[in-house]
């Protein structure tokens, strides 16, 4: 299925603004196997972009999820890729069950209510700038606009298939990305920022674990050094895609469970999301499995990005990591990865941002862009907003100072 438009003319008086760059013409689709031929070379350098992880998208996305992948043109030339992803958090059970006060109570309601049918430009699965890549001959204010075009045809598709897109978003870019977006056609949306992308470095002079582990000053070693005692009779084993199928109920029981406890979430992973994972990326989908007496009590998986490691989902066994300090030792598990396989970072993502911290990675901010359809409501999105992504009080750590 796919759509070609040019909405130039069809919107001329509402959006007069573009008549100042003539946007670039797009083409959506929903299947890998119609992508144009010349999409993997234009998406190379983001994996999370590629045809290969758009198959994984295809096959097994969270149930309340459809995505969308546009093409930009210029003269039959394709010039740049794009992702876009629409969630019914209608369908959602739960939200999350952490956090069970007055104000979660509030934004579950707006979400039910004001707020359930989101588009996003971009990816909601991942944290980063994945939304779209670009040929270098490509004019980015032009990108931005007909991304902005692209967008309403979807509102039109999924308004077609009775889901009235509520809110369209565009989420996680740099401070200097998000100036692309400075323009007239974005004047209605409010200008967000949300919870830091957290990074780690790999210096280069490091070779082994233990130069990491002299480069923490004292306090920070002992912290490595104390997690990694309490993890004494854990294996931690390199799983195959054989072993992620035969184990596939319990690692989806443990992902759920550390899920369903955070405290917030807009989709949850299809039950075969890992092994559909494994077997089309290979070697590239890294998976690790944590045993105790030969009982998988946890795991964490990472994706090779070119010169980057992008953790992904994890899950484990609450009582068992909080005892044995599970998590924090798979944090230092996937420093030592990098370190081992010569990896320039190592992209933590956003949420606990404190004891990421405490390892060394480092808060990059990111920013994006919010508009509901309803104008009234869209008055009011800096309020709004507050409950849809509340803020995050944390203290940053140092370990190397």
Same mark, same amino acid.
């Given at each position: 299925m796919l759509f070609r438009r040019d909405f130039f003319i069809l919107y001329f008086y509402r959006f007069r603004s573009l008549l100042l760059i003539t946007p670039y013409t797009f083409e959506i689709f929903s299947s890998a196997q119609n992508l144009p031929d010349a999409w993997d070379a234009l998406a190379r350098g983001n994996i999370f972009l590629s045809r290969k992880y758009i198959a994984v998208l295809e096959h097994s996305c969270p149930k309340n999820m459809q995505c969308r992948f546009i093409g930009l043109f210029e003269n039959n030339q394709l010039i740049g890729v794009a992702i876009a992803e629409f969630l019914d958090l209608n369908l959602l059970e739960s939200f999350g069950e952490r956090d069970q006060c007055l104000k979660t109570t509030v934004r579950n309601f707006v979400f039910r209510h004001f707020a359930s049918h989101v588009l996003f430009i971009g990816n909601n699965m991942l944290t980063g700038q994945h939304a779209f890549k670009l040929a270098s001959q490509a004019d980015s204010k032009r990108v931005t606009k007909t991304l902005y075009l692209a967008a309403e045809a979807l509102k039109i598709e999924f308004a077609q298939l009775g889901k009235?897109?509520?809110?369209?978003?565009?989420?996680? #870019? @740099?401070?200097?990305?998000?100036?692309?977006?400075? /323009?007239? =056609?974005? +004047?209605?949306? !409010?200008?967000? /920022?949300?919870?830091?992308?957290?990074? #780690?470095?790999?210096? *280069? +002079?490091?070779?082994?674990?233990? @130069? !990491?582990?002299?480069?923490? +000053?004292?306090?920070?070693?002992?912290? !490595?050094?104390?997690?990694?005692?309490?993890?004494?009779?854990?294996?931690?084993?390199?799983? /195959?895609?054989?072993?992620?199928?035969? +184990?596939?109920?319990?690692?989806?029981?443990?992902?759920?469970?550390?899920?369903?406890?955070?405290?917030?979430? =807009?989709? $949850?992973?299809? *039950?075969?999301?890992? /092994?559909? $994972?494994?077997?089309?990326?290979?070697? @590239? #989908?890294?998976?690790?499995? !944590?045993?105790?007496?030969?009982?998988l009590i946890g795991f964490n998986t990472m994706i090779v990005n070119g010169d980057s490691l992008d953790t992904y989902f994890l899950g484990y066994d609450d009582t068992v990591q909080r005892e044995k300090m599970l998590y924090l030792n798979m944090l230092y598990d996937m420093i030592a990865c990098a370190i081992h396989k010569d990896y320039r970072e190592v992209v933590f993502s956003r949420t606990a941002l404190e004891i990421k911290s405490s390892v060394g990675a480092v808060p990059i901010q990111t920013y994006g862009f919010i508009e509901h359809k309803n104008a009234l409501i869209n008055r009011c999105m800096s309020t709004l907003f507050g409950y849809l992504e509340p803020e995050v009080e944390w203290n940053p750590r140092n370990p190397f100072q």
């Amino acid at each position: 299925m796919l759509f070609r438009r040019d909405f130039f003319i069809l919107y001329f008086y509402r959006f007069r603004s573009l008549l100042l760059i003539t946007p670039y013409t797009f083409e959506i689709f929903s299947s890998a196997q119609n992508l144009p031929d010349a999409w993997d070379a234009l998406a190379r350098g983001n994996i999370f972009l590629s045809r290969k992880y758009i198959a994984v998208l295809e096959h097994s996305c969270p149930k309340n999820m459809q995505c969308r992948f546009i093409g930009l043109f210029e003269n039959n030339q394709l010039i740049g890729v794009a992702i876009a992803e629409f969630l019914d958090l209608n369908l959602l059970e739960s939200f999350g069950e952490r956090d069970q006060c007055l104000k979660t109570t509030v934004r579950n309601f707006v979400f039910r209510h004001f707020a359930s049918h989101v588009l996003f430009i971009g990816n909601n699965m991942l944290t980063g700038q994945h939304a779209f890549k670009l040929a270098s001959q490509a004019d980015s204010k032009r990108v931005t606009k007909t991304l902005y075009l692209a967008a309403e045809a979807l509102k039109i598709e999924f308004a077609q298939l009775g889901k009235k897109v509520h809110i369209v978003t565009y989420k996680d #870019f @740099d401070a200097k990305q998000i100036e692309l977006f400075d /323009s007239e =056609t974005f +004047n209605g949306f !409010y200008k967000f /920022s949300t919870q830091p992308n957290m990074i #780690f470095e790999v210096r *280069e +002079n490091w070779k082994t674990e233990e @130069d !990491y582990l002299a480069a923490l +000053n004292k306090k920070y070693r002992d912290q !490595y050094k104390r997690a990694r005692k309490k993890q004494n009779g854990i294996e931690k084993r390199r799983m /195959s895609l054989d072993e992620v199928k035969a +184990n596939e109920k319990k690692i989806y029981e443990l992902y759920f469970h550390v899920a369903k406890n955070a405290p917030f979430n =807009t989709f $949850f992973l299809a *039950e075969k999301h890992f /092994s559909t $994972f494994k077997e089309i990326f290979g070697d @590239d #989908f890294l998976f690790y499995g !944590y045993y105790l007496d030969e009982k998988l009590i946890g795991f964490n998986t990472m994706i090779v990005n070119g010169d980057s490691l992008d953790t992904y989902f994890l899950g484990y066994d609450d009582t068992v990591q909080r005892e044995k300090m599970l998590y924090l030792n798979m944090l230092y598990d996937m420093i030592a990865c990098a370190i081992h396989k010569d990896y320039r970072e190592v992209v933590f993502s956003r949420t606990a941002l404190e004891i990421k911290s405490s390892v060394g990675a480092v808060p990059i901010q990111t920013y994006g862009f919010i508009e509901h359809k309803n104008a009234l409501i869209n008055r009011c999105m800096s309020t709004l907003f507050g409950y849809l992504e509340p803020e995050v009080e944390w203290n940053p750590r140092n370990p190397f100072q």
